[in-house]
């Protein structure tokens, strides 16, 4: 076969151009039956993946938000140990006062400091309290994480199985099919490969069946019966749009 298809596509008859397409289209479909068997397993192995990169994610900010809050609650510790200190120089000064104004402002101050310090408190409590949420919803995306990780594993594992078993076949049969599209003329591949995306059972050539079109089934009428035994001109289905051949060149006994 390799040796008879090595011909400049312009110079294939109509025939030949039929004939490259239904062995094409033999292989593509042999190829979407691998797939089908893969069925839905390499989109489940990407939303898994893409829910664990993005748990992970949402673990690290959670985690980055606690260290701020720690550095929060750092800052208002200091700011209490300051506060502390300036209450304890204005009691000794308190002591020492020579008038009531003096007495004034200083108690005025540890009044004020005081509360700076009641103030951080609560803050604190607030940002311990913040942590705390954060760090047990971290808790619950690591679980879920763990889960969604294990459930990877398992499918990835199931989808490794399915293509080390059809790897080797469907290598083959994508390169067998490259090797024949290279003889087809490019526009003709092109319109083939547009007819058989756009139909549902991925067939864009086929044969006629009792008297109708092998994709649709609508009937077709004798003269274009005869054109396309014929095989001098590429004929498609006025209805579905797919090409036609007869069934001795698909090499289905009539
Ligand atoms: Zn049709």
Do not use: H, W
């Not at 004939?19 to 068997?37: C, F, G, P, R, V």
């Amino acid at each position: 076969m390799a040796k008879e298809v090595k011909k400049d596509p312009q110079d294939m008859s109509v025939e030949e151009k039929l004939k490259a397409l239904y062995q094409l289209q033999t292989m593509l479909s042999e190829i979407d039956k691998i797939k089908t068997l893969r069925g839905e397993l390499p989109l489940e192995v990407q939303d898994l993946e893409d829910e664990v990169a993005g748990l992970t994610t949402r673990i690290e900010k959670i985690n980055r938000e606690i260290a701020d809050l720690k550095g929060d609650v750092a800052k208002k510790k200091n700011e209490i140990t300051d506060a502390k200190a300036s209450v304890d120089k204005y009691k000794d000064q308190l002591d020492n006062v020579r008038n009531n104004r003096e007495y004034d402002v200083l108690s005025k101050e540890i009044e004020f400091q005081t509360l700076e310090i009641e103030l951080c408190e609560k803050r604190i409590k607030e940002y311990n309290a913040a942590a705390a949420a954060k760090a047990d919803e971290i808790a619950k995306s690591e679980a879920l994480l763990d889960e969604r990780r294990k459930d990877l594993d398992v499918k990835k594992s199931e989808l490794d199985e399915i293509v080390a078993e059809t790897k080797q076949e469907e290598e083959k049969l994508r390169e067998k099919a490259k090797a024949v599209e290279a003889t087809i003329e490019p526009r003709l591949l092109q319109a083939f490969k547009r007819i058989r995306k756009n139909s549902r059972n991925g067939l864009g050539i086929v044969y006629v069946q009792r008297d109708a079109c092998g994709g649709c089934f609508n009937k077709i009428p004798p003269q274009r019966q005869l054109d396309i035994r014929m095989r001098k001109k590429i004929i498609v289905c006025e209805y579905c749009g797919r090409i036609m051949i007869d069934p001795e060149l698909a090499g289905v006994e009539k």
